[in-house]
């Protein structure tokens, strides 16, 4: 959920992600476990950058989900 938002929020980096996921597509992966790998690099560095903002807003995913911290 907090990747999903930072996306809608930072269309710079929304936009490098379409790309990733249509050279991704390109690229024709016999085996989808090398498309994850393709992408693990990016999708690992921005969703920490992604729960921080996340927390910095004040959100946490339980709240969201309608539990208390």
């Given at each position: 959920?907090?990747?999903?938002?930072y996306?809608?929020?930072?269309?710079?980096?929304?936009?490098?992600h379409?790309?990733?996921?249509?050279?991704?597509?390109?690229?024709?992966?016999?085996?989808?476990?090398?498309?994850?790998?393709?992408?693990?690099?990016?999708?690992q560095?921005?969703?920490?950058k992604?729960?921080?903002?996340?927390?910095q807003?004040g959100?946490?995913?339980?709240?969201?989900d309608?539990?208390?911290?």
């Amino acid at each position: 959920m907090a990747f999903r938002d930072y996306l809608r929020t930072h269309p710079e980096v929304r936009t490098v992600h379409e790309a990733l996921k249509l050279k991704s597509a390109e690229m024709d992966f016999k085996d989808p476990l090398d498309d994850n790998s393709f992408k693990e690099e990016f999708i690992q560095e921005h969703q920490e950058k992604a729960m921080l903002w996340f927390q910095q807003k004040g959100l946490s995913i339980t709240t969201l989900d309608g539990i208390s911290d």
